[in-house]
């Protein structure tokens, strides 16, 4: 009996094309039009200055608690971008950018920010789920709507992200074995940003790369450059491509860094160095494809400040939202309001309006009273004293 | 169709909402080929085909999650859990997701699906094979859950539940699944998920019921009346969330006492939620304190001890006569 190499049907490739000095491989370089180049970019560096808006913002005590993406841009841009608007898009909680590459409104993602779910709400044709906060969960779902999709024969594909520490959770194996069961078009699009809150990827797992976990499930994984806006590009390509083909899911890991914290409640120095961080800010997506469009001579000039100016009308329009309504938590529990759904409402509107009689009756000039601040967030609320 | 037990029933039910309606589909653990372990999708397979009735692989919570993406996609997937005990590697899913889909995306999505398992004891069978978990499904808000208490509930309520837009945990009472034969019409009918039903008229006591229980309680209405000239009324709930708080007030404004029966264990369990209901609202009608007569509060105590550990008639009986003593 003879004992014998079992081999993969698959090996395993890493794939780079724009490195962190802006030097391109031409032969990998995807055939990509000059304003589609510029489009990416734009998407990126709108990402980045919302991000760092938003990190004031809730620094301000205006949205909440929320996780950055800096660092990520290439990632989520790089692999938005190959998708069209029918095929969907399955976030986990850090796909800002690539939110917004999908149509969701600036002020819409702050609403969602500020503690308001109908921040959460996609548009009536958006092929995008809401974000999901327990990590790993959002993957079977993905795997669901790829197989209804093929259940009736559309032509569709499913994105779905997460992070390095979600391979190590039960969901995503289930997920990637009833993909590679039922053999569905459905992306697995990791952002491996090394860290989960505070444990690094040794911690996490003792895999080598995690684009070999594909491998185990029967379907090609792929390791890409996920600073390398065009890397990714080219990847998340061929992976919708063999998916739309029929030839099943594809796992991508995106070698990337979170540049920031994990939320705004997160103090990073706790465990991670500054060397570290220094070295990865040598890596960042954004400046080696600005250098590369530089070099193409494509690169226009007051984008950053087309950018911000646009994000500062979001903000206005956010501010501007009226408050909320308590009421409308009764909305959208169930298809129709159950009785007893109906006497709480009616509990709390009474309250409302017993309040707001209160309210009026009060002296004039009594302050609303002012929230405690958050983790890692300084008491500069605009209710503050 | 004739007299069917309440697999056939579930069965019935399966097949002519598939037959009717191409977007509902199976899965679960060996709900294909071999009909189920307790065959109420047997056949199915052959009719439909394994695009439909899907054999999956072993994972509760990822027939869960992948039913959720089915239905979020407009499909109305129906899930089977093979045996309750099994449902929470795939309760994140249920509570996570499930129930909160129609109010994190405001209205935007909603998961129409069915998460059906097989519950209780009473059968002689394993750790995680006789537990009766409805409390923590009934808690949750956005969740509608199911017990039907015979073939023909079963069959109404299942097909029901397949067109409910909100998900439905359906509880199968294992303990009945042959017990009892019942007239089921051919053609489909359906009960409205949520009402109770009073399953027995009386005036002098309200014993309060689902699932295997609901017999239990119809036997001891009967030696009530039989030994005791007293006439119980018994009340199916067939739905604990939304839970039908006016049937229950209604029938003890009547009757002036209650007693509430289930298998689960009693603290915290379904009948502190139906007895606190009853007091919401009939309270000045009440004669004697409300009794809930359980499984006591101890883990799976094995099949050699679950008749001692199951309510039964005697407990029931003894429950009811020390309220209408008191």
Redesign the interface.
Known sequence: MPRTPVEPRFGLEYLSILDADGTLDAALEPDLPPDTLLKLYRAMLLGRRLDERMVRLQRQGRIGTFPPIKGQEAAQIGSVAVLRPTDWMVPSFRETAAMLWRGWPIEQLLLLFAGR??G?????HQQD??I?I?VA?Q???????????Q??EEDVV?MAYFGDGATSE??FH??L??AG?WHVPVVFMCQNNQWAISVPLKKQTHSRTLAQKALAYGFPGLQVDGNDVLAVYAASREAVERARAGDGPTLIECVTYRLGVHTTADDPSRYRSEGEVKEWERKDPLTRFRVHLQRKHLLEDGLEQQVDAEIARAVERFEAAPPADPLTMF?????ER????EAQRAELARRLEEAEGRAAAAPPGEAEPSPPPMRGQRNTSRWAG | MGRLNMVQALNLALLQEMERDGDVLILGEDVGVDGGVFRVTEGLHTKFGGKRVIDSPLAESAIVGTAVGMALYGLKPVCEIQFSGFAFQGFHQIENHVARYRMRSQGRFHCQLVVRMPYGGGVRALEHHSESEEQFYAHIPGLKMVIPSGPRSARALLVSAIRDPDPVIFFEPKALYHAAKEDVPDEIETLPIGPARVAREGRDVTLVAYGAMLAVAGEVARVLHDEDGVEAEVVDLLTLAPLDRETLAASVRKTGRAVVVHEAPRSFGAGAEIATSIMEGAFLSLQAPIRRVTAYDVPFVGSARERANLPDAARVLDAARETLAF
């Open positions: 779910l109908e959460g709400r996609p548009g009536p789920l809401p999901t327990p969960t993957l079977p779902h993905a795997v669901g709507l790829a197989y209804a999709a259940y009736r499913v039960g969901d289930e997920a074995n009833f069961v909305d959208h529990v169930y298809g159950p009785p007893h759904l």
